[in-house]
């Protein structure tokens, strides 16, 4: 058990929020300045993962772009899966702004926990002070500068310009195309292992934060995590049933679709991977929902690669509970810019493994609302929690589109 990073992680954060609790309680001036000067490394290992977040952004929204365009270059229904998915990635999207809106209001993030994290956060967001206008968004857009955009943390026109930079490698000359994309590639790759060198370290890191966490906050952290792991969950499970919806509004038989995704939910509870799923997917959408094999041959692994229906509501999520952490007010246009990066980081960030994908996710939802990143290694601990619920989500959303697109072939 001890070799897994997630049995790890947690067991770090729980030691180190105890200790960091402790420490508050019964320890002297010596414990607090150890602790203190021990949340250091904390910080030093949460930097080592900032400095990918841009390279490795940039790189899978340019080979990500080049994968949809090589798909979409398949055929109509190809085409029909895509524009389908991107659809229900921005539903996604919008369902979590609407979802936050009911759930904040009806159990409020407020408590010693919340403002112990928030006083000892390294840098507070000026977002109410600082919200652009309309037209400053608009303009902001294409940046003048990429490198200092990126410097400065704009990491909306650096998302833009990564996706005018991916269609227009689409429009390459074939080897030169390849080239430029096998480029890519391997810088992907090579943020990837920087990363996963990062999180190997991950005990450490979260222990170290975690001490500085509950040197502040004491036993109310604990509370204020069981109040992020309940939204995150809750976001999950309300997307499940907007995909199922989605079925049944596809013309999609309702009984049959839930008896048929059940026995993979199952699946997807227990591997809490939409890949491991895949076989399970076609058996189901072959003989209990009557999918055509050239439809479930090409849908499934089109949406297994560029779709997670609960990508946008859980890494948005994520960056909504910092918002009420921090008690800030992002103006509309920022969350307009910030629904954009959700379903942009979403997609693109499918085919990276999960604690990479929750920080190159999430990481660039909050810069955009111009959140610090630094209560993330903190939440990326119980992250095995609401993983489970986004794995049982996604698999839905794979078979709901499938169904719809089946009786749109059939139609």
Not at 124 to 141: D, H, M, Q
Not at 261 to 278: I, K, N, Y
């Amino acid at each position: 058990m001890l070799r897994s990073l997630s049995v790890r992680v947690i067991i770090a954060l729980v030691l180190g929020l105890s200790l960091g609790a402790a420490a508050a309680a019964f320890g002297g001036d010596l414990a607090r300045q150890a602790i203190e000067l021990i949340a250091a490394v904390g910080t030093l290992w949460l930097n080592a993962l900032r400095m990918t977040v841009a390279p490795l952004i940039f790189a899978v929204m340019v080979t990500g772009i080049a994968g949809v365009a090589d798909a979409a270059a398949t055929g109509r229904l190809a085409v029909r899966a895509l524009l389908l998915i991107a659809i229900l990635m921005t539903v996604s999207a919008c369902f979590a702004l609407g979802f936050a809106r009911v759930f904040y209001a009806v159990w409020p993030v407020v408590g010693p926990g919340v403002e112990a994290l928030r006083a000892g956060a390294v840098a507070a967001p000026e977002i109410a002070k600082a919200a652009p206008t309309f037209v400053g968004f608009v303009s902001g857009l294409a940046p003048a500068n990429v490198l200092k955009a990126t410097s400065e943390d704009a990491i909306l026109p650096m998302v833009v310009f990564a996706a005018f930079f991916g269609f227009a490698v689409t429009r390459l000359p074939e080897p030169r195309r390849a080239a430029f994309t096998a480029f890519f590639e391997s810088l992907g790759e090579v943020m990837v292992t920087i990363v996963r060198w990062v999180l190997w370290a991950a005990p450490v890191g979260v222990f170290a934060l975690a001490l500085g966490v509950g040197l502040r906050a004491g036993a109310g952290a604990a509370g204020v995590l069981l109040h992020y792991v309940s939204a995150i969950v809750l976001g999950n499970i309300g997307m499940t049933l907007v995909a199922i919806l989605v079925a049944a509004m596809g013309r999609v038989p309702l009984g049959r679709f839930l008896r048929a995704v059940a026995p993979v939910q199952v699946t997807a509870f227990a591997t809490q991977s939409s890949l491991a799923c895949l076989p399970a997917m076609i058996e189901r959408c072959r003989d209990d929902l009557a999918v055509p094999d050239r439809v479930s041959g090409l849908v499934l692994p089109l949406a297994v690669s560029v779709f997670r229906i609960t990508g946008p509501v859980a890494n948005f999520g994520v960056a909504l509970f910092v918002v009420q952490v921090y008690g800030v007010h992002p103006s509309a246009v920022q969350y307009l810019g910030a629904t954009f990066v959700a379903v942009a980081t979403s997609m693109a960030s499918v085919g990276l493994p999960g604690q990479v994908s929750f920080f190159a996710s999430i990481a660039p939802i909050c810069l955009s609302l111009g959140l610090p990143v630094d209560l993330l290694p903190i939440l990326i601990a119980v992250e095995v929690i609401p993983d489970i619920f986004r794995t049982v989500g996604n698999v839905t959303g794979d078979m709901a589109v499938t169904a719809v697109l089946a009786k749109g072939e059939a139609a």
